[in-house]
């Protein structure tokens, strides 16, 4: 006689501030795991779930497709749901393994000396530190899970099998040319696409191709460390230049401009201040690139967030000389887990830097790229950009108002027109003696993330706090700035 499927022994609090299908998903596999659910068990249809859950159907099937793709429950077309037979958390029997009788110290080059000797310096949260308020961590209650591990699915099933091209999977380049001709204004083809591991690959790879050691190249003041510190790993020596309202000028640095021949700059939202590069300031910038026989790398890491009107057109636009290499991320617009991130060439350029890949590579990783270029085909990535700009909007109002409401005497955010973070600056009652690093060290330990805007300076800081709010669910904004204004006011 067919076993018919379990009872659930989960149940769902509509008034829990934790989504439902997250409740359901969690609820499923802690079952799983405590064998309150046993391996094989036939799991009820979602239709029937729904009804005794009281909840929708689309909740059911979410929490569903999720376990699945995560290797918790197993699903053919035609038959039911089932707990797998082998668990995602199975481990094998460990072994004995003989210790060692002594332990080597490791032979350091002097650049290896140098890092392990540095400061460590924290400018991303860390996976232990919570979402309030950590730089870099795009909205994941907003991904849509269940069509990514259908993608993801299918090209474990259908994918290519071939060794990774070096430039990046031909689907996702073509597909990352069409969308930035659409939602960018970036005229291109997939054959001027490169899709690479992150910016300080990027930057490594143009810097040793295009200029020689010793060379000098512009970064902005304030700026991203990682971009100077990947200039100076290729041997270039990277040159602060200050950044205004207007973004980056080369307007009277005389000596600084004649010796560069590479400037990076964010010029659709400065990180981190969040200044936007003025057309004039754009024009100038490209005039030098021509004139010079530099390059430009445009930076666009979250250009297209942006809430009050259209998303700003990308330097690239204006560049009529094939001087600007565009330099774009998936990490922060949909998954950090991703890992990739892409250049799109001057023309001029693409067949140098294919020669440069084949030669020295490595590739990029090639689980993923199939899928997301049918994320980006299919319009999710357009669809997942509008809903999470305006959430985002909404968020970044709710720390804005937050912190007019509990925190206005110790410190000053003011709305920035796009991005994902905002700058607390010291209030009237922001005790004197309290350094932005240590603000941070003391609301890390009051479970609050935040990152020093010291610590983007080369120069003289100006001291605050980089504030990022896209991970944040509204309801938990208030109560973590009321916990930011207590922290730093005990610190008086």
């Avoid at 992150?198 to 990682?226: H, K, M, N, W």
């Avoid at 981190?272 to 445009?298: F, K, Q, T, Y």
């Amino acid at each position: 006689m067919a076993r018919g499927p379990l009872p659930l022994p989960v149940s769902l609090d509509p008034a829990a501030p934790t989504p439902l299908h997250v409740q359901l998903r969690e609820g499923l596999r802690a079952a799983i795991l405590d064998r309150r659910l046993p391996r094989g068990a036939r799991l009820p249809a979602s239709r029937v779930m729904a009804a005794d859950l009281g909840c929708a159907r689309g909740t059911v099937v979410l929490a569903l497709e999720q376990l699945i793709a995560e290797g918790y429950l197993t699903a053919r077309s035609g038959s039911a749901t089932r707990v797998a037979a082998l668990l995602p958390d199975d481990t094998p029997p460990r072994t004995q393994v003989a210790e060692p009788t002594g332990t080597a110290m490791p032979s350091l080059s002097r650049r290896g000396a140098r890092l392990v000797a540095a400061p460590a310096r924290r400018f991303m949260a860390g996976p232990g530190v919570p979402d309030a308020f950590a730089l870099g961590r795009p909205a994941l209650d907003a991904f849509p899970y269940a069509v990514w591990a259908r993608l993801l699915q299918a090209e474990w099933r259908h994918g290519p099998a071939e060794r990774p091209d070096p430039r990046g999977s031909p689907a996702l380049r073509a597909a990352i040319a069409t969308y930035l001709a659409q939602a960018r204004g970036v005229a291109c083809e997939a054959d001027d696409v490169i899709v690479t591991a992150g910016i300080r690959q990027s930057l490594r790879l143009l810097a040793e191709l295009l200029l020689d050691p010793g060379e000098t190249a512009l970064v902005e003041e304030p700026g991203f460390p990682g971009i100077a510190q990947a200039l100076a790993s290729a041997g270039l020596r990277p040159i602060p230049i200050p950044v205004g309202p207007g973004g980056l000028s080369v307007t009277g640095i005389g000596p600084l401009l004649r010796d560069a021949r590479l400037a990076v700059v964010t010029p659709a939202h400065h990180y981190p201040l969040g200044h936007v590069m003025s057309l004039e300031n754009r024009l100038d910038l490209l005039a030098w690139a021509e004139a010079a026989s530099g390059w430009i790398v445009e930076d666009d890491y979250d250009g297209a967030y942006r809430y009050a009107g259209r998303p700003l057109a990308p330097l690239r636009a204006l560049d009529r000389g094939g001087r600007v290499i565009y330099v774009g991320s998936f990490s922060k617009l949909l998954l950090p887990a991703l890992g990739l991130s892409y250049l799109v060439l001057p023309r001029g350029l693409v067949a140098p830097v294919n020669q440069a890949l084949a030669e020295i590579g490595p590739a990029p990783p090639g689980i993923g790229q199939w899928a997301l270029a049918r994320f980006i085909e299919d319009g999710h990535l357009a669809g997942h950009l509008r809903r999470t700009r305006r959430l985002y909007a909404l968020r970044q109002e709710a720390l804005v108002e937050a912190a007019r409401r509990h925190a206005a005497d110790v410190m000053n955010v003011a709305p920035m027109e796009g991005g994902m973070h905002v700058i607390a600056r010291p209030g009237p009652a922001w005790p004197n003696a309290l350094g932005d690093a240590e603000a941070v060290a003391r609301l890390g330990r009051a479970g609050i993330s935040a990152v020093a805007l010291s610590a983007y300076h080369v120069g003289p800081p100006e001291p605050g706090l980089l504030l990022g709010y896209a991970a944040v669910p509204e309801r938990a904004i208030e109560p973590a700035v009321r916990c930011m204004a207590e922290t730093l006011r005990a610190a008086g």
